[in-house]
């Protein structure tokens, strides 16, 4: 499991319920990663310098104290190790998920203030973008209570060749947690379309009767998602984005600075 932090309060969020997950998914380590990295070091000053490596050295010491937190949640019985480098974000997480054999990569969704905001706005959306492995993106009300319910949001179009069956089958069993699959259609009779009863029962054959499948008519995906996972009561969201800007509509600011993505619900988004 890695672990991405900025030293905020939600990254410090994140990281904790990612400790306490990692006893339900028995991983067998954790990497701990900030990235230092500053844009544009050409020609700087001795000044400049000297203070950025007293704050490398700082940042070192928040990461090791952040380690001594992390173990104590999983009891001692993961390993857990820091990294520290100049690497800008989008291009580490996926070297290091190489390099140290990643499964699951988590992050907070927002920091605070001028010096924390590695994982928040615009380099949220391109790690989420880049990222090649499983990513949770824990939003900063998540409390980790155990996930016993999950629900993937399925778009029933070409479901064969667009859906990692087998990630998802692993860490839903993995976790020993109920599956809900749902279709969110604004159109209700594309439900009885040949091609969707077709695409239907293909799902079916790939996850089995032991989950449970349902429908939504919102007049948009990500407030159809983010409705049912609040009424059902789900304990994560998982998503296969298949187009360009799916994340960027579920955690966009709109004009009227409203969240979208508002729900306390983590979520997993998952590459084909």
């Not at 379309?193 to 429908?215: C, D, I, M, V, W």
Request: with cysteine; charged share 25%.
């Amino acid at each position: 499991m890695l672990i991405l932090t900025d030293f905020s309060d939600v990254a410090l969020n994140a990281a904790m319920y990612a400790a306490a997950l990692s006893r339900q998914l028995s991983v067998s380590k954790i990497l701990l990663y900030y990235s230092d990295y500053i844009p544009s070091r050409i020609d700087i000053p001795l000044q400049d310098a000297i203070r950025q490596e007293h704050e490398w050295k700082k940042n070192e010491e928040r990461l090791k104290e952040l380690k001594s937190k992390l173990e104590l949640l999983t009891n001692g019985q993961t390993p857990v190790s820091i990294r520290i480098d100049e690497r800008p974000l989008d291009f580490a997480v996926n070297e290091l998920g190489e390099t140290e054999s990643i499964g699951l990569v988590v992050m907070g969704i927002k920091g605070k203030g001028r010096l924390e905001q590695t994982l928040i706005g615009s380099n949220t959306i391109i790690v989420a973008r880049v990222c090649s492995f499983p990513l949770l993106v824990v939003p900063e009300e998540a409390i980790f209570a155990g996930i016993s319910k999950a629900v993937f949001a399925a778009e029933l179009k070409e479901v064969a060749d667009t859906i990692p069956y087998q990630t998802i089958c692993n860490f839903v069993e993995a976790i020993k947690a109920k599956l809900l699959i749902l279709n969110v259609d604004k159109y209700e009779e594309h439900r009885f379309n040949p091609e969707t009863k077709a695409e239907e029962a293909s799902l079916r054959s790939q996850f089995g009767e032991e989950a449970s499948y349902h429908y939504s008519h919102q007049g948009d995906v990500e407030t159809g998602i983010t409705k049912f996972a609040e009424e059902q009561m789900v304990d994560l969201i998982i998503a296969v984005p298949k187009e360009y800007g799916f994340f960027e509509k579920l955690f966009h600011r709109s004009l009227t600075k409203k969240m979208v993505y508002h729900t306390h619900i983590p979520l997993l988004l998952i590459k084909t």
